[in-house]
């Protein structure tokens, strides 16, 4: 099994700042999969094969990496953007998750 | 459009069986794959398992003994079934396909 690592677990984030979340995997995947989850909603899927963003997804955020180490990056931080942050690889079963990042606004 | 809803009943006694439907429309099963997640409350997201458009599946090994997803390809369902409920099962159960998630429908595992 595929253990995907995050971090920060929390982070706060004032209007403007630039932010990263990394997510480690145990081994290699070929893409990393992430998403945006507020209280109470479903998570939203937000960016796909590694990069790509979802529809919708303000083009503030980006995502890259490769191998066993991924990003997700918010270029300039806006208040819509506070809610929990989660990867996913689906290189091989079981479609492992992070165990999540809070972007909290500062 | 695309669309993906669970249903299911709320609360489980402990030992029994959950089972759970997602309906779909906007796509046919046989084109997409049908996952199913968990997320305990307050916790974070876990996979359960896959059906695939061919029909095969694919389980997470720590709730295969447990855990069947199957579906009805003419009604657009896709169904879970999982015995031996304990209170740590206590979740809002998801299903999703690519791009898509439902809205989840919560499970209580009391007596």
């Known amino acids: 099994e595929i253990v995907l690592t995050q971090s920060p677990t929390t982070i706060a984030a004032s209007p403007g700042e630039k932010v990263t979340i990394t997510c480690r995997a145990s081994?290699?995947?070929?893409?990393m999969y992430w998403y945006q989850q507020k209280p109470g909603a479903s998570p939203k899927p937000w960016i796909y094969d590694t990069s790509k963003l979802a529809s919708g997804v303000p083009n503030r955020f980006s995502g890259s990496g490769s191998g066993t180490s991924y990003s997700l990056t918010i270029n300039t931080m806006e208040t819509e953007d506070a809610a929990t942050y989660y990867c996913q690889q689906w290189s091989s079963t079981p479609h492992t998750f992070g165990a999540g990042t809070k972007l909290e606004l500062k | 459009q695309v669309q993906l809803k669970e249903s299911g009943p709320g609360l489980v006694q402990p030992s029994q069986t959950l089972s759970l439907t997602c309906t779909v429309a906007g796509f046919s099963l046989t084109s997409y794959n049908v996952h199913w997640v968990r997320q305990p409350p307050g916790k974070g997201l876990e996979w359960m398992g896959v059906i695939w458009n061919t029909g095969g599946t694919r389980y997470n090994s720590a709730l295969k003994s447990r855990l069947s997803i199957s579906k009805d390809t003419s009604k657009s369902q896709v169904f879970l079934k999982m015995n031996s409920l304990q209170t740590e099962d206590t979740a809002t159960y998801y299903c999703?396909?690519?791009?898509?998630w439902g809205q989840g429908v919560m499970v209580t595992v009391s007596s």
């Open positions: 081994s290699s995947v070929s893409y």
């Open positions: 999703a396909r690519v791009g898509y």
